[in-house]
């Protein structure tokens, strides 16, 4: 019912394209980031969480349509609707039926009720297309609870010391995910350009967040110690950075769980929270979508694949341009 | 083991050497006596051997985490060091989670226990970690104990560590286990912070440390605070080490304020009699003396109270042989006659650091090497030769000495200000080395293997290919060398490119070129291609070369011809 072509995922039926990378006529949207939600289509559907994110990205003269969760869309006889993935804000996967086949197309997704996204709900299906960004066993998330007490604690001893405090993950997701689960009574939280950006689209939706000021780069006279300041990974290393002398870096994201990753950055903390699944959330979601058949996008495909082949699936590999969280630690080709 | 685990955490959480140092001093001011003998044990490379065969370990982490050895193996192909593999795998995914790999535990030890009695986890004997008694010397004793073990004992202890300590403190006592162990702080940061945090002089301690102590028997006190100079006969001296030349030499003023020497390829060492005790020490602190009986003459042969430092090379017909003539006996555990005959070694000595039991090292130079000459021609033994010192007028003519230096079997030059001291460490301004351009080909690479340590997870370790008329005929590995935005670039051509794997190697399309350098080439029946290279690294990336455009073997023979 889908194929993987040199443009993206195809459904021939209907004609139309889930998360190409090529420019296409059609295209269903998972989520509004980057290696989903590519410029050039004719016309996009998201749902509508994603739709002014998208047009933020990618221009307001793109051709988009936003859907609800759980909506059915009937295009050349084949049924598709949208379902949460719990990665972002507005993430979905997208579940596609004919004839009483039915297909699941998941994106990136996570099992753990981050409080902003939607849960993820899971969708019965017979074919199960997942990425296994963190499908290795040595993959196993803490309560983000805990993690966020390790920061919390971070940025006071930090500003106990007098220094500033600069966090880094995606500027759509990890950043509000961050902003959302500190601990705001311990000190003022900044956001860098890029992230408050993104968290303007977001309140303008009507969707509330927790306050955040943009760090002005004009203003050069700002005292930003003890404070917390949320910076996009590529915002590292750069000049911006120097304006918040005494500070420490830390980096939240999945690779900080491998010690290699955290050294090669050479950054004062890493943070182990992901917007993935870890290893057991990646078996649980396809154990209870009642799939026989997997399809591993990206990540560790050829391990994953081999495990669940030995778990009794039908599970099969196709390449694709989707790129997991490696953008967070400065390894994505895209960053 | 949570103070001794805090200060892993700290050091690794930072590049910074001053939190470093900080960071260790703490530990020292608050650390039980033991622990601290064993942290400076530890840091100083002298750990405890390993009790269990690596390969017992993956079986039983593997089974403790409830998968299959093979994605056991896969998966630590991915993380690049075993200890954390595994001590991530058999990882609680959360607190409340732990009460069932608990019960997924004990049903696997009860299983393979047969009739035997499972003995209780010792955490519930015991108390938890939190208990101050269990600091890292009592998992070193745990670790040490387990060696004369049986099997099924020896995993059940595995086991029981491994419930009780969190993940972290697992990775620690894995590391323990394994012995590959690399805290990133230097012996020389250790010894800053341990000399702050006794209030002694760095240099005089780095002396203190040196040599042949057992951390299971010596105390804080002996070892540190103590100083009986009748008790350390067979101590050496800290090497006085040289950085590399940075800047034009002629910089350095008139060559005749230098001694100039011929920078040897061997091991350096210091060989040391006194009280008729003769200790032979490599620059690793390990004792070779068994390793060169040539040298047991030297207990008649030199006074009480002398230690010569120089380099121990094969040494025939009044001149050094190529270093992997010594690599042939290096590695052995009996010395045939035939080896001894086929490898026979010398000192080459270049400092004398205590004569008739004086210390030296203040001395300047060139007296010390004026007492060299005489003792080694007083001496007169061909397993005691004089690093010749060599008299040129100009920079100039010592540039064309430097540039033969490999049919000298040399790695280039040693220059060292005559007035200056024996000092400590690696320093910068009185010794330098200029070592000679190393030689280089244009190769492809053609497999791609994933990294350790900071490189995990990213394609680094290569190996590269020449032509051999249609063919590529691969010769040797390459890990260093290039910066990590390069190294990104080529994992993503490697990830890209694969046209096969072979368990954790990957073949690929072969179109990358790269410069290849190299300090010697030797014929060598160990390897496929016949020949083997020293220090190979990558030099550059050749971007403006395809692949057609590399050497051939017959440059690689050409340059065997020249300089093997």
């Known amino acids: 019912m889908l194929e993987f072509n040199q443009n993206g995922i195809y459904c021939p039926k209907a004609d139309v394209y889930i998360d190409p990378w090529k420019p296409v006529e059609r295209a269903l949207i998972t989520h509004a980031h980057a290696d989903h939600s590519r410029w050039g289509h004719q016309h996009y559907l998201a749902h509508h969480h994603s739709v002014p994110i998208i047009q933020h990205r990618l221009g307001n003269e793109i051709n988009i349509e936003g859907i609800e969760y759980g909506e059915v869309r009937k295009i050349k006889g084949v049924s598709f609707s949208f379902h949460p993935a719990g990665h972002i804000i507005g993430s979905a996967q997208i579940r596609v039926e004919y004839k009483g086949e039915i297909w699941v197309v998941s994106g990136d997704y996570k099992l753990e009720d981050d409080g902003f996204s939607a849960p993820f709900e899971s969708v019965p299906c017979h074919t199960f297309i997942t990425e296994c960004t963190f499908g290795l066993p040595v993959f196993k998330w803490k309560s983000p609870k805990l993690v966020f007490d390790e920061i919390n604690d971070w940025w006071r001893k930090n500003q106990a010391e007098g220094k500033a405090t600069i966090l880094t993950g995606y500027s759509l997701g990890k950043g509000q995910r961050l902003l959302q689960g500190i601990d705001h009574s311990i000190g003022e939280v900044y956001t860098h350009g890029a992230i408050e950006n993104t968290n303007q689209v977001i309140r303008e939706m009507g969707i509330e967040l927790k306050p955040s000021i943009y760090v002005d780069p004009d203003d050069k006279k700002k005292d930003y110690a003890g404070s917390l300041i949320i910076a996009p990974p590529s915002a590292l290393g750069t000049s911006w950075q120097k304006k918040f002398r005494p500070f420490e870096v830390g980096i939240a994201s999945g690779w900080m769980a491998m010690r290699g990753p955290r050294r090669r950055r050479a950054v004062d903390r890493g943070f182990v929270l992901s917007d993935h699944c870890d290893w057991e959330e990646l078996n649980t979601a396809i154990k209870e979508c009642g799939c026989e058949r997997v399809i591993t996008t990206h990540g560790y495909t050829s391990i994953f694949t081999q495990w669940l082949q030995e778990q009794g699936y039908d599970a099969t590999i196709e390449n694709t341009d989707f790129e997991g969280e490696l953008g967070e630690v400065g390894e994505g080709s895209s960053d | ?564």
């Open chain 2, 1 to 564: 083991m949570k103070d001794f685990v805090h200060l892993f955490t700290q050091l690794d959480q930072t590049t910074k050497t001053l939190k470093k140092v900080a960071a260790l001093k703490q530990y020292f001011d608050e650390a039980e006596e033991k622990d601290k003998v064993w942290t400076i044990a530890l840091l100083s490379h002298r750990r405890p051997k390993r009790s269990i065969r690596t390969n017992q370990l993956r079986e039983w982490a593997a089974e403790a985490a409830g998968i299959p050895l093979w994605i056991f193996e896969d998966t630590y192909h991915v993380v690049g060091d075993l200890a954390e593999t595994m001590s991530l795998v058999v990882s609680e995914s959360s607190i409340t989670d732990k009460s069932e790999i608990r019960d997924q535990k004990s049903e696997i030890s009860l299983s393979s226990q047969d009739s035997r009695t499972r003995t209780r986890p010792l955490s519930s004997v015991e108390g938890s970690d939190s208990n101050p008694s269990k600091g890292l010397s009592y998992w070193i004793k745990y670790v040490k104990s387990i060696k004369e073990l049986e099997d099924d004992e020896k995993k059940q202890k595995i086991l029981d560590a491994w419930d009780q300590l969190d993940q972290t403190e697992r990775f620690v006592f894995n590391k323990l286990i394994t012995g590959g162990w690399r805290m990133g702080v230097s012996q020389k940061l250790m010894t800053r912070a341990l000399a702050q945090h006794a209030g002694l002089d760095e240099n005089q301690l780095a002396h203190r440390l040196m040599g042949d102590w057992d951390p299971e028997t010596i105390s804080f006190h002996k070892l540190v605070v103590e100083d009986h100079p009748e008790d350390r006969l067979s101590q050496p001296y800290p090497f006085y080490l040289a950085y590399p030349i940075e800047d034009e030499v002629e910089e350095l003023g008139d060559p005749s304020d230098w001694l100039i020497e011929r920078k040897w390829d061997g091991i350096r060492g210091q060989i040391i009699q006194r009280e008729d005790q003769l200790y032979v020490w490599s620059r690793g602190e390990e004792l070779l003396t068994e390793k060169f009986p040539e040298f047991e003459v030297f207990t008649d042969l030199l006074p009480k109270g002398t230690v010569l430092d120089g380099e121990i090379t094969a040494f025939e017909n009044d001149q050094p042989l190529p270093f992997n003539k010594l690599q042939t006996r290096i590695g052995r555990k009996t010395l045939s006659k035939k080896i001894l005959e086929n490898a026979p070694v010398a000192l080459i000595a270049y400092d004398l650091l205590e004569f008739e039991g004086k210390d030296l090292r203040k001395s300047p130079m060139a007296e010390r090497r004026s007492l060299l000459e005489k003792l080694i021609k007083d001496i007169d033994h061909p397993s005691l030769q004089l690093s010749e010192s060599l008299e040129f007028k100009s920079w100039g003519e010592y540039r064309k000495v430097r540039e033969a230096s490999r049919a000298h079997h040399a790695e280039g030059l040693m220059l060292k200000r005559k007035d200056s001291e024996y000092k400590v460490g690696r320093k910068k301004g009185d010794w330098w080395k200029w070592k000679v351009d190393p030689l280089t080909i244009d190769a492809v690479m053609i497999y791609a293997m994933r990294g350790h340590g900071r490189r995990a997870n990213l394609y680094t370790d290569y190996t590269f290919a020449v032509w051999k008329g249609d063919e590529l005929v691969p010769f040797t590995k390459a890990y260093s060398g290039l910066t990590d935005a390069e190294i990104r670039k080529v994992d993503a051509f490697v990830k890209k490119n694969t046209v096969d794997r072979f368990g954790p190697v990957r073949s690929v399309k072969p179109e990358l070129v790269f410069e290849i350098a190299f300090e010697g080439i030797e014929r060598s029946s160990r390897h496929k291609s016949g020949i083997s290279l020293r220090f190979p690294r990558m030099n550059r990336w050749r971007h403006d070369k395809s692949a057609s455009e590399a050497n051939t073997i017959d440059d690689l023979h050409g340059l065997l011809e020249l300089y093997g």
